[in-house]
């Protein structure tokens, strides 16, 4: 009884954290939606996946504190390309813990904790951990979201 509860424990702080729970052979699955930034990635729950431009090839720098507010796209089989998808971009590398992290085009995928539904882009641009965050395209380059307004119309 004592294992159910801390179990259900641990299970009610990784919800509150963002943080998943890897089930045995998990494979993540990376899907294409189009959104207001235009075509991005996604998780199978729909979040946006975003990548680091802290990072340099597949290595992950994002760790700790990091990784609380941007948590990894982990996997334990080899993650499956959805709709929309390019397969042969679709990899992983090991992490610091020894996790097996999501890769797309070299770059390691992450979720970013205020995006609390599928869809949304908050995570758009942000600047912490020392470096932009950014969505990925189906390329697997980062997505710019559009300057908005301010005028430049000779008249």
Not at 123 to 131: L, P, Q, T, Y
Request: hydrophobic share 40%; proline share 5%; charged share 10%.
């Amino acid at each position: 009884m004592r294992f159910i509860r801390a179990l259900a424990a641990v299970a009610v702080a990784c919800a509150l954290t963002g943080t998943a729970i890897a089930a045995s052979n998990t494979q993540a699955v990376v899907k294409m939606r189009t959104t207001p930034l235009g075509k991005i990635l996604v998780a199978a729950n729909g979040k946006t996946l975003y990548l680091f431009m802290h990072d340099t090839g597949t290595k992950s720098t994002c760790t700790g504190a990091c990784a609380t507010y941007w948590p990894p796209l982990i996997t334990t089989g080899a993650p499956k390309a959805g709709a929309g998808v390019n397969a042969a971009l679709l990899g992983t590398t090991r992490r610091a813990n020894g996790q097996m992290q999501v890769t797309y085009h070299g770059h390691p995928l992450y979720f970013y904790v205020k995006d609390a539904k599928a869809g949304q882009t908050s995570g758009e641009g942000v600047s912490a951990f020392g470096a932009k965050w950014f969505a990925v395209s189906p390329a697997g380059v980062k997505v710019v979201k559009a300057p908005t307004g301010g005028g430049g119309g000779y008249g």
